[in-house]
T-cell receptor
C-alpha cells in the first residue's frame, strides 16, 4: 500500500513551457486535492475532485488545469509556466466524510522551479 | 474573506518547557485539523477535531477546539527536541472538505 505518490520529485521549467504533475493514490479514495505551498507559507488549494469525472476550482486555480478519468489518478497540468508558479506542489486524498475518515493523506510533493 | 491565523509564527523554546500554539479562524466550521511538517518533507496528520469542546492528546501534544470562539489550541507539554517542526492548522469549509490553512508555526526546541 503506497498511499499517495507524486512524480516528478523535482523539476525546472523555462517560462512558457508546459508540464504535467502526476498524482496516484491506491486507497480507493473519492476525494483528491492539489495544493501549492510557497516558502514559509501555508497551503493553498488549486483544484479538487470528488470522484472520477468531477473536478472543481479551489482558491488559486489560474494557470492550472486538472482531469480525473480514474479514481486513482489526478494529474495537474501547467500550460504556460510563469515564475509565480515556482512552488512545492502537494497532492492529497481523503476517504468518505463519515466516521473517522476526515483527514487528508498527502503525497511527498513536487518541487517546481520556473526560470 | 476566510482567514485562518496562527500565532506565534515562530517559536524557539527550551526542552522541558510547556507552550501553546493558537489557531483563530474567521468562518463557521465544526472541523479543525492539525498537521506537522518536517523540513523538506510532506504533511502528517496529527489531530482531527470534529466538534465544539473536542480534546485530543497524543504523547506530549494536546489539541482542543472551541467553535464558539473560533479558536483551537495545540499545547506542548515538556517539549523534546524531536517535536521541532512546523505545525499547521486548517479549517474545513464547503461541502467537499476543502481546507483553508494557517501560515504555520515553526517550532524549534533547543536541547
Amino acid at each position: 500500500n503506497a498511499g499517495v505518490t507524486q512524480t516528478p520529485k523535482f523539476r525546472i521549467l523555462k517560462i512558457g513551457q508546459s508540464m504535467t504533475l502526476q498524482c496516484t493514490q491506491d486507497m480507493n479514495h473519492n476525494y483528491m486535492y492539489w495544493y501549492r505551498q510557497d516558502p514559509g507559507m501555508g497551503l493553498k488549494l488549486i483544484y479538487y475532485s470528488v470522484g472520477a469525472g468531477i473536478t472543481d476550482k479551489g482558491e488559486v486555480p489560474n494557470g492550472y488545469n486538472v482531469s480525473r478519468s480514474t479514481t486513482e489518478d489526478f494529474p495537474l497540468r501547467l500550460e504556460l509556466a510563469a515564475p509565480s508558479q515556482t512552488s512545492v506542489y502537494f497532492c492529497a486524498s481523503k476517504g468518505p466524510g463519515t466516521g473517522t475518515s476526515y483527514e487528508q493523506y498527502f503525497g511527498p510533493g513536487t518541487r517546481l522551479t520556473v526560470t | 474573506e476566510l482567514k485562518v491565523e496562527q500565532n506565534p509564527l515562530f517559536l524557539s523554546m527550551q526542552e522541558g518547557k510547556n507552550y501553546t500554539i493558537y489557531c483563530n479562524y474567521s468562518t463557521t466550521s465544526d472541523r479543525l485539523y492539525w498537521y506537522r511538517q518536517d523540513p523538506g518533507k510532506s504533511l502528517e496528520s496529527l489531530f482531527v477535531l470534529l466538534s465544539n469542546g473536542a480534546v485530543k492528546q497524543e504523547g506530549r501534544l494536546m489539541a482542543s477546539l472551541d467553535t464558539k470562539a473560533r479558536l483551537s489550541t495545540l499545547h506542548i507539554t515538556a517539549a523534546v527536541h524531536d517535536l521541532s517542526a512546523t505545525y499547521f492548522c486548517a479549517v474545513d469549509v464547503g461541502s467537499n472538505y476543502q481546507l483553508i490553512w494557517g501560515a504555520g508555526t515553526k517550532l524549534i526546541i533547543k536541547p
